[in-house]
């Protein structure tokens, strides 16, 4: 009787220390009710922005042919170099001591050649004997041609004059036939470079001249080349774009390019709009009365709009000017305009 009793009281303790427990446990604070605008996504008749980037119309990457060893390394980044200058060599050893032994017997055969024509004059030799000796020389020769240009591949020379962007091996590396050596950059011309929809390139022609944006500064650059929806996966194709001005851009630089007449495909929404986390971009979308965080994917846009890659579809109401909102919080809709129509 007396065991039951105290367990009885232990029980109770726990239940109410239990219940203590739960009564201290802080309650979550529901965050205040806040009118808020939509905005509406439009896209400026000017066109629309696309990326690119900036590169020279004459651009290498050098390798070669041969199997070998690096042997000497000339040059290195930032160098600029003159046309025919000697970039790398490879070792040549091998192609040395066969091209001897071959003009060795070149020599050979370029004297029995002679001999042959000789006793052939003396009619001293038949015709057969002639083409046949002819046939010799011709291998022989040939044969050295070959030798000396297997040796000529092992100097690697700059085709044109430039800078050098990239040094892909070491002196001691051991390469193969299209093994990257040096790559190489023009110091003329520059292009603009940028995938775009066969709708975007509909106002496009080889000819017509457009705005870009690169480093800061405005110029413009003239449609040298023109493929939409040539890739299967992709349906987009390749704009290249000569850069009339400014010149001596730096090579690599993303630039953006102004499509005119181009709308862009999907949603769009207004810089005003999105919301910023580290590296992440985001915008409120309003739902059931409440504001739903969307982390977005935007693209380059013209003005104040700009093309959602993915996070949105068309419908969604997005909350312009969020300020300090937060996922979760309970909205009321102010005056404003629904998003995508």
Not at 141 to 160: C, D, E, W
Not at 163 to 190: I, Y
Not at 271 to 293: D, I, K, Q, Y
Request: net charge neutral; glycine share 12%.
């Amino acid at each position: 009787m007396k065991l039951q009793t105290t367990l009885t009281l232990a029980g109770l303790m726990l239940g109410t220390l239990a219940c203590g427990h739960k009564e201290a446990r802080p309650e979550a604070k529901e965050l205040p009710k806040v009118a808020v605008s939509l905005v509406a996504g439009s896209q400026a008749d000017g066109g629309t922005w696309v990326a690119a980037t900036l590169q020279s119309t004459h651009m290498a990457m050098m390798s070669t042919r041969m199997a070998a060893q690096v042997k000497r390394v000339l040059v290195q980044e930032g160098q600029r170099v003159p046309a025919g200058a000697l970039l790398l060599a490879l070792g040549d050893e091998d192609l040395q001591a066969q091209l001897r032994a071959a003009e060795t017997g070149l020599a050979t055969v370029e004297a029995h050649h002679r001999r042959i024509q000789t006793l052939f004059v003396q009619k001293a030799s038949t015709q057969s004997e002639l083409e046949q000796a002819q046939t010799q020389l011709a291998q022989a020769q040939s044969g050295v041609s070959s030798l000396k240009a297997n040796i000529a591949y092992t100097q690697i020379r700059a085709p044109f004059s430039g800078v050098v962007q990239s040094r892909k091996v070491n002196e001691g590396d051991f390469v193969g036939p299209g093994t990257p050596l040096v790559e190489l950059v023009g110091e003329g011309e520059q292009e603009l470079v940028a995938t775009l929809s066969e709708s975007e390139g509909k106002a496009l022609k080889q000819g017509l001249k457009v705005r870009f944006e690169s480093e800061g500064l405005t110029g413009e650059a003239q449609v040298t080349a023109l493929s939409t929806g040539g890739d299967a996966f992709s349906h987009k194709g390749t704009l290249r774009a000569r850069v009339l001005s400014p010149k001596s851009l730096r090579q690599g630089s993303f630039a953006r390019i102004l499509v005119p007449g181009a709308k862009a495909e999907g949603p769009t929404v207004s810089r005003s709009a999105l919301v910023t986390r580290g590296e992440l971009t985001g915008v409120f979308v309003a739902r059931e009365g409440h504001a739903e965080l969307r982390w977005i994917s935007v693209g380059e846009g013209a003005g104040d709009s700009l093309p959602v890659r993915s996070g949105l579809k068309p419908g969604d109401q997005v909350i312009d000017r969020p300020g300090t909102l937060q996922d979760g919080q309970t909205i009321e809709l102010a005056q404003g305009v629904n998003h995508g129509k």
